[in-house]
């Protein structure tokens, strides 16, 4: 960089000298030819001059032939050094008289030239005519020393020294007034040097030059502007960049555990559905060889609701997670007891535990606890956690739930001594598909969705969930918060002999599960009731008809005709307004139940359906349809 400035403040200096040079050459040369030629001119004019006036001294000579007088008129001419000699010659070219000057050796032509002048070797040579009336007489002959170029050498001396002073000076004045051009290059080469070294793109070239150079450092100082803006997008294009690859990354690797979790969950879903059809298949088994003993009969009957609620549990944990996932969850809150909804919780999971031969421990507050959220949920929450604890406990173990108040927040604690949870997964247990024990040798059972369901659940009521263990089998603490409500209502519980009924209605039942509705048939049948079963639309729309059922529990997905439209057919009928329409169907979304009461269904049931279910349909008839007026 310094080098390249070097070369321009040279090359200033050097065109300045440069150009100073030629245009005093030209000017020295031009008065070198002018000067030559004007003294030229001036030593001819001169020595014609004196050729002419001794032309007119000598005429008289020659007329009258007087030898003397002519070379006494040329003797005048040592008062000229320059010339060097002279002569006069009559017109028959011979010499007259001559004239030598000093102890030159004499040195005529032997005949007189044609008028005018000549240089020869340095000289001036002239001729001139000696006229007399009109009449030439002779000629005058003049030799001079002409010194043309001594004056030529020391004219360009001359020249020459000026040339050379005119030179320093100009370099001198070239040099000063170079800076005003190299100051500022330089000053735009260093922040250029200091801007790449240090990345500062706020540097600025100084100074308020004006012009071209003016021009230059404003649009440097411009681009060094423009630059650092898209240095500075560039910079936060990268960071954003960056961090979404960053996020992408994670998202992949979310992704991939999230499929591999999928899979696990896939063959998982599998197995746990396997395990409980297995002993259902049996116990048909048991109730088709052994028909007529009671006690198998009594022990298969068991099995399989045993079994089957386990199903039912597999589902209804799937669905309730696909609906907090999808917005779609609803609770109905109110004040709930909490031995109320413990009472529920171990109506669940009390069998599954005194299966595995475990010792339950309860320990509640005395005093009343109400809590502010939905009975139902809540119960699911406290069977999932006893549910896990005992699954998760070798057999004959202990499982305890143990709840307090704290200031405004009940407690519940949910403990076992089972196989513990590892301390790099106490953070992962409450996230969906995750299981404690993953290897395929596991004895326990499980989706991996019940504490995650029940951690979304405690959220919905405002609460929090954490897990605690001291690691592998050393046990689990599940620690449950939610608020509870102060001076509440004391709630009301329905008797279950609300839901029994002694009267007998008119009962159409059409679904497409032929061993389904004919089993809830025959039981429905058992209790009195007259009962027609169809398996298709058209033909549940004509036995409506013919038959006026007081209810109809009819499947969504009916073979010929949904069961929406078998709904508004039977609404169109002339004693239809007066049937109860029950939609029973595996849907169970809010916008599957709404359009089940925009068909002109009164009731929403979402299988599988429990003898229960449709014994409390029956028993409140008139409050069911109260609501859908």
Request: aromatic share 6%.
């Amino acid at each position: 960089m310094q080098h390249d400035s070097g070369s321009v403040r040279s090359k200033l200096i050097l065109m300045a000298v440069s150009t100073t040079f030629v245009a005093l050459l030209s000017a020295s040369i031009a008065m070198l030819l002018y000067d030559m030629r004007t003294f030229q001119q001036y030593w001819v004019d001169d020595l014609m001059t004196q050729a002419d006036i001794i032309a007119s001294v000598s005429a008289p000579a020659l007329a009258f032939n007087d030898a003397r007088s002519a070379q006494q008129n040329l003797a005048v001419l040592r008062v000229r050094p320059q010339i060097l000699s002279g002569a006069v010659y009559t017109s028959a070219g011979v010499r007259f008289a001559s004239y030598t000057q000093g102890s030159l050796e004499p040195s005529y032509p032997v005949k007189p030239g044609r008028p005018g002048y000549t240089i020869d070797h340095g000289e001036l040579v002239v001729y001139h005519n000696i006229v007399d009336n009109g009449e030439v007489l002779g000629t005058v002959y003049l030799r001079a020393r002409f010194g043309l170029v001594e004056r030529m050498l020391n004219y360009a001396a001359i020249l020459g020294i000026v040339l050379l002073i005119s030179l320093v000076i100009a370099a001198l004045v070239a040099s000063r007034l170079q800076q005003g051009i190299t100051r500022p290059l330089l000053a735009v080469t260093n922040v250029a040097r200091e801007v790449m070294q240090r990345r500062d793109f706020s540097l600025r070239v100084p100074g308020n030059n004006s012009g071209e150079i003016g021009v230059l450092v404003a649009a440097f100082n411009d681009m060094l502007a423009e630059i650092g803006r898209r240095s500075h997008a560039l910079q936060e294009a990268n960071l954003t960049l960056e961090h979404e690859m960053q996020v992408r990354h994670r998202a992949e690797e979310a992704l991939l555990v999230a499929d591999r979790r999928k899979d696990e969950f896939l063959a998982t879903l599998a197995h746990e559905l396997r395990n409980p059809l297995a002993p259902i298949r049996t116990g048909l088994d048991i109730l088709r060889i052994r028909s007529g003993d009671a006690q198998a009969t009594q022990r298969a009957t068991d099995i399989m609701e045993r079994q089957l609620r386990q199903m039912v549990r597999l589902v209804d944990d799937l669905l309730d997670v696909s609906r907090i996932n999808t917005g779609k969850f609803a609770i109905k809150m109110g004040r709930v007891e909490l031995k109320a909804v413990v009472n529920d919780a171990l109506e669940v999971v009390r069998s599954y535990i005194e299966l595995h031969g475990h010792e339950l421990a309860i320990d509640l507050p005395d005093r009343p606890v109400f809590l502010h959220g939905d009975a139902t949920r809540l119960a699911q929450i406290l069977s999932n956690l006893l549910n896990n604890a005992a699954k998760y406990t070798n057999r004959g173990g202990r499982v305890s739930l143990t709840a307090r108040v704290e200031e405004r927040d009940l407690v519940i604690q949910v403990a076992d001594n089972g196989i513990g949870i590892a301390p790099d997964m106490l953070n992962h247990v409450f996230e969906m598909f995750v299981q404690v024990d993953s290897t395929l040798e596991r004895t326990n059972a499980g989706l991996g969705v019940g504490l995650s369901l029940a951690r979304r659940l405690v959220e919905l009521h405002g609460g929090s969930i954490e897990a605690h263990s001291a690691g592998i089998n050393r046990g689990s603490e599940f620690v449950v918060r939610l608020p509870i409500v102060v001076e509440p209502e004391m709630p009301t519980k329905t008797s279950p002999a609300a839901f029994m009924t002694s009267e007998t209605y008119r009962i159409l039942l059409a679904d497409d599960n032929v061993d389904f509705v004919n089993s809830i048939g025959a039981l429905l049948s058992a209790m009195g009731h007259s009962v027609v079963i169809t398996h298709n639309g058209p033909d549940a729309l004509t036995a409506a008809a013919r038959f006026c059922p007081d209810y109809a529990f009819l499947d969504i997905g009916l073979p010929q005709m949904s069961g929406y439209d078998l709904a508004r057919g039977i609404r169109r009928l002339s004693c239809g307004q007066m049937t109860l329409l029950i939609a029973v169907t595996g849907w169970g979304q809010e916008k599957d139940r709404q359009l089940a009461f925009e068909a002109g269904f009164d009731h929403h049931m979402v299988k599988p359906v429990r003898f229960e279910q449709i014994e409390e349909i029956l028993s409140n008839r008139s409050v069911i349809k109260k609501v859908r007026g």
